[in-house]
């Protein structure tokens, strides 16, 4: 169940999510994003190194498997799609890099149960429109909600961009009542 | 066999070599070094050993044997230590042995007259306890490897009501966790102390020797230890119908002898 759904309506706005998550990032977090090809995984990577301070150009590492940026923090952006089993994370010293001195954003991350860790935030990523794409940020553990929390926090005011908290959820969420209504674009 | 001795370890975040000079009755420690190398172990690992090696009028095809830390610790820290000290004894057709990463750590601490309490870090939430009867300069070994969650090795250690110096790169994230459960049981070793240096590696392997656990010396009998599979995740897999994992990768020993 989805605590916050984050709507876009262009790959601009998909990257600016991505920048409003830079600044509440600290080392050790993940970030696993699902969707279809073509979804804004990558968009959203995007906008997050930009707003960490990478200057170099950032793609879907799908054949890197991992690739390594340098901003404010390190970047680390994982692609599991080629992976074929779970024991290959060990291989790609998935555990060591995920608890290491930077942010991960792991796409294709729920490809196994066991790349998701206890704490982060699952971004299930939904085409609905040409442009227009659907987050939902599903936080695991408590640092998990405290960065879902803070960044769909974040994204509001954000043009092209709306964020609401899921209603069934919302009455547990600290801080779901200022977010409530309160930021359709 | 030639008088030098190198010991190398990358299980855990601190890349540690040494190098020995062996004695009519003892082991002389004649140099070693560290460096914080975080996933970078495979970069520092050889260039530190050359220039530990000319630092001490050293060449590599002087040495007559080598020691690794073979862990348990990081997945790929281990397979780089293990990896590099198997090319390096191939090439110097020289013996290789096998020590615990956790024994090395327990052995820094060999003068304490207590009960050490190693924790390495498993990551995942998991680390590798293992407890030492230490003093007098050596250290014994009273459990064998194990992946647990912390706050229950923490309980159990608990249970035992006696002091436990603590040690381990597991302790980065959970000192609080060992602090708290212990309450004055806990006695922390220097922070300096907690990853394993060559003169622990040396420590375990001599204690090896004289324990009758020589091993070969044949560079395809040293085994990494690997992570495996905690209770809990077995227990899932049973009750999953599933069949007992296999040991990720290549081969690994897990209890075993050290």
Request: proline share 5%.
């Given at each position: 169940m989805p605590v916050w759904t984050i709507t876009t309506e262009s790959d601009t706005a998909t990257q600016a999510v991505g920048h409003a998550l830079a600044a509440l990032?600290?080392?050790?977090?993940?970030?696993?994003?699902s969707g279809d090809l073509g979804a804004g995984k990558t968009q959203l990577t995007k906008g997050l190194a930009a707003a960490l301070g990478v200057?170099?150009?950032?793609?879907?590492?799908?054949?890197?498997?991992?690739?390594?940026?340098?901003?404010?923090?390190?970047?680390?952006?994982?692609?599991?799609?080629?992976?074929?089993?779970a024991e290959e994370l060990d291989d790609i010293d998935y555990w060591a890099t995920l608890e290491a001195d930077g942010v991960s954003v792991?796409?294709?991350?729920?490809?196994?149960?066991?790349?998701?860790?206890?704490?982060?935030?699952?971004?299930?990523?939904?085409?609905?429109?040409?442009?227009?794409?659907?987050?939902?940020?599903?936080p695991r553990g408590i640092r998990g909600e405290e960065i879902a929390t803070l960044w769909a926090e974040a994204c509001t005011g954000i043009v092209g961009v709306g964020c609401v908290p899921d209603p069934a959820d919302a009455e547990r969420m600290p801080g779901a009542n200022a977010q409530r209504g309160s930021d359709r674009p | 066999m030639s008088q030098i001795l190198l010991a190398l370890d990358t299980a855990t975040e601190r890349t540690t070599v040494g190098l020995a000079r062996v004695g009519a009755d003892r082991l002389e420690l004649i140099g070693a070094a560290v460096v914080d190398a975080p996933r970078a172990a495979m970069s520092r690992l050889l260039p530190m050993t050359e220039s530990l090696l000319a630092a001490?009028?050293?060449?590599?095809?002087?040495?007559?044997?080598?020691?690794?830390?073979r862990g348990?610790?990081?997945f790929t820290g281990v397979r780089?230590?293990?990896?590099?000290?198997?090319?390096?004894?191939?090439?110097?057709?020289?013996?290789?042995?096998?020590?615990?990463?956790?024994d090395a750590i327990a052995w820094m601490l060999a003068h304490e007259d207590t009960t050490v309490a190693v924790v390495g870090d498993a990551m995942r939430g998991e680390v590798y306890p293992a407890l030492f009867r230490c003093g007098g300069g050596r250290a014994e070994r009273l459990t064998p490897d194990r992946v647990a969650k912390p706050a229950d090795v923490a309980a159990e250690w608990a249970a035992l009501g006696h002091p436990l110096l603590l040690a381990g790169n597991g302790l980065h994230k959970y000192s609080t966790l060992f602090a708290e459960a212990l309450a004055d049981n806990a006695v922390f070793a220097d922070e300096e102390l907690w990853p394993p240096y060559a003169h622990g590696l040396f420590g375990a392997w001599v204690a090896q020797l004289a324990s009758g656990e020589r091993g070969s010396g044949e560079v395809a009998d040293v085994l990494p230890v690997y992570t495996r599979l905690s209770d809990a995740e077995e227990d899932e897999r049973t009750r999953a119908g599933l069949p007992s994992a296999p040991t990720p990768g290549s081969g690994v020993s897990g209890g075993g002898s050290a």
């Open positions: 990032v600290m080392p050790g977090d993940v970030v696993v994003l200057v170099d150009s950032v793609t879907s590492p799908t054949f890197n498997i991992l690739l390594v940026h340098e901003g404010r923090i390190p970047l680390y952006h994982f692609d599991l799609y080629r992976l074929q089993a792991v796409e294709w991350g729920d490809r196994f149960a066991e790349a998701i860790p206890e704490e982060c935030v699952v971004v299930r990523i939904r085409i609905t429109g040409d442009d227009a794409r659907v987050l939902a940020l599903e | 001490n009028d050293l060449t590599v095809a002087e040495v007559g044997g080598v020691i690794v830390g348990p610790g990081s780089i230590g293990v990896a590099t000290a198997k090319g390096l004894a191939h090439g110097l057709s020289c013996p290789l042995w096998g020590v615990s990463t956790l």
